[in-house]
């Protein structure tokens, strides 16, 4: 079977298996189209615009609705009816709904606003992720896992990337850098497994230093490779399998 929907509701989870019990692998946010693969009962196997294949549950999703032009960046909205949504960062709002207070973004200001040189990518992360707790799965403020920070925004910027971190690591060109010497912008890519597969990412911002969401910190952390008593860090470093660049 193949159907499109939407995702109506501020943010859709992504599970593992078709019941709520299951791990969580990703989400989807409000007004993003997803692709109806299968249904088991309540729930649907969608596919995001990623490629991200998960089962979301029927009570997130509606028919496909009005074209978005808008972007969420962070914002409360009241539709027609008097109803009002809290919307993450990221989500797609149609135009014609009222913003009660936060910030939209219109498609047309988009380049401008989030360009897509590094220097802007590193603000984004450091600026509009910061304080934001470790969630498994996460892809917003509200809660996001590393490379849910690294795809949320890097799509601010106009720069698709996959889901997972081990996906985003066959992205861009591998360069020759160390946690010491990598520029800002670039990717840092982390396993603790034998096997080196990788399981951890984040972004370089340049003098050693690198922003991410970790487990180990609970949530976002700009972390120093130059300080050699913070074992935290220290323990990442080794760690460290390579960097990429993705422009």
Do not use: K
Request: charged share 25%; with cysteine; proline share 5%.
């Amino acid at each position: 079977m193949s159907a499109r929907l939407v995702v109506a509701a501020p943010i859709a989870p992504m599970h593992l298996e078709p019941r709520v019990s299951s791990p969580q692998t990703s989400q989807l946010l409000a007004g993003f189209a997803v692709d109806i693969i299968s249904r088991d009962g309540d729930w649907n196997r969608a596919r995001g615009e990623d490629g991200y294949e998960g089962w979301i549950h029927r009570g997130y999703l509606a028919e496909d609705g009005s074209p978005t032009t808008l972007t969420s960046l962070g914002c409360v909205i009241e539709d027609d009816a008097g109803h009002r949504r809290s919307l993450p960062l990221g989500a797609r709002i149609a135009a014609g709904v009222r913003l009660v207070h936060g910030e939209v973004l219109d498609d047309g200001d988009r380049a401008a606003r989030f360009p897509g040189h590094p220097a802007a990518i590193v603000d984004s992360a450091v600026r509009l992720f910061e304080g934001t707790s470790y969630q498994w799965g996460g892809v917003t403020p509200w809660g996001a896992d590393c490379s849910g920070l690294t795809q949320s925004v890097f799509r601010l910027h106009g720069i698709p990337l996959p889901r997972d971190a081990w996906q985003q690591a066959e992205r861009g060109t591998a360069i020759p850098v160390t946690l010491t010497t990598a520029d800002a912008g670039d990717l840092l890519f982390f396993s603790d497994r034998e096997d080196h597969r990788i399981t951890h990412v984040g972004i370089a911002t340049g003098g050693g230093r690198m922003v991410h969401v970790g487990l180990g910190r609970g949530g976002w952390a700009i972390e120093s490779f130059e300080d050699p008593s913070d074992g935290y860090a220290r323990a990442l470093g080794e760690r460290f399998r390579f960097a990429r660049r993705l422009s």
